[in-house]
């Protein structure tokens, strides 16, 4: 009776071990099971994070590569728009040279008379007009190599504003505000340019009446931004896109090479230009500071 219990007491002693032993395995094998699906849980979000990132970066990357192919699609149009409007511009040159040559000797004719004198101005009023298209055309045919030099660029922009013929001959308004950087490495008479150009342009969207705002600062990304605003209706957005391209002009009797030549300075001196309405059209003109010395 005595054995046949200890043998009792020992086979539940063994089964309750060997249950415990399966209880504990069953928990270990759905630990590990829950592991591996974490891990591969994480492992999936992983590459899915890092799918994403590849698709933007290519997007990113076939965007860079349009881009670049526009702008060496545009480049060589450029070019061959410069060489045909240099050939057209020295056409037009010489007869006009002539045409100015007759009309002046007709002027200082004493036989003609007062009608004819005023038609004959309103001839010369026409050549001068054709002579600034065709140095506009030699200027944006020639290129942008420019020599730089110190200059004064507060007291340049003050001299343009004072002396700017169609600033005289108008109601415009002059409102400036100048700050920081004075003294600047550039070319004086590629800056001059510049600013004309935008005073003609701002001169004709207001038609002639109006204000127009010029400010100098230093920005904190290390660039002198030129900002020049006037009060007229500003760009139409079907022009503000293309309104630096050439032969595109947003008033009435421009030639459409003014801002295409501002454009042109202003990236020889490795600036950049910005346009935007507010609404009036503001021009944001930014030189890196690397290539001006303070004096």
Request: net charge neutral.
């Amino acid at each position: 009776m005595s054995q046949t219990a200890t043998s009792l007491r020992q086979q539940f002693k063994d089964s309750s071990l060997s249950t415990t032993n399966d209880a504990l395995n069953s928990d270990n094998r759905l630990s590990l099971l829950k592991g591996i699906i974490d891990r591969f849980s994480e492992s999936s979000r992983i590459l899915e994070t890092r799918y994403q990132d590849i698709v933007h970066e290519s997007n990113a990357l076939r965007e860079q590569l349009r881009i670049k192919d526009e702008q060496m699609q545009r480049a060589t149009r450029l070019t061959a728009l410069g060489e045909a409007a240099a050939t057209i511009a020295h056409e037009i040159r010489n007869p006009l040279g002539a045409m100015t040559l007759m009309t002046s000797l007709l002027v200082d004719d004493s036989t003609i008379s007062t009608q004819q004198k005023k038609l004959l101005s309103q001839i010369t009023i026409s050549i001068n007009r054709l002579e600034s298209f065709v140095a506009d055309l030699l200027q944006f045919a020639k290129g942008t190599k420019i020599k730089l030099s110190p200059l004064n660029l507060h007291k340049l922009i003050q001299r343009i504003l004072s002396s700017h013929h169609l600033l005289q001959n108008n109601a415009i308004t002059i409102e400036q505000h100048f700050e920081g950087l004075e003294f600047i490495q550039a070319n004086e008479s590629a800056i001059e340019r510049i600013i004309s150009n935008l005073i003609t342009n701002a001169v004709r969207a207001m038609n002639g009446t109006g204000t127009i705002s010029f400010s100098c600062k230093e920005t904190a990304d290390t660039h002198i931004a030129i900002t020049f605003r006037d009060s007229g209706p500003g760009i139409s957005e079907q022009l503000i896109a293309t309104i630096f391209e050439p032969f595109v002009s947003a008033s009435e009797g421009g030639t459409g090479l003014g801002l295409a030549i501002v454009k042109q300075l202003v990236s020889a001196h490795n600036g950049s230009i910005m346009v935007k309405n507010t609404p009036s059209a503001e021009f944001t003109i930014l030189l890196p500071i690397q290539t001006l010395e303070r004096k």
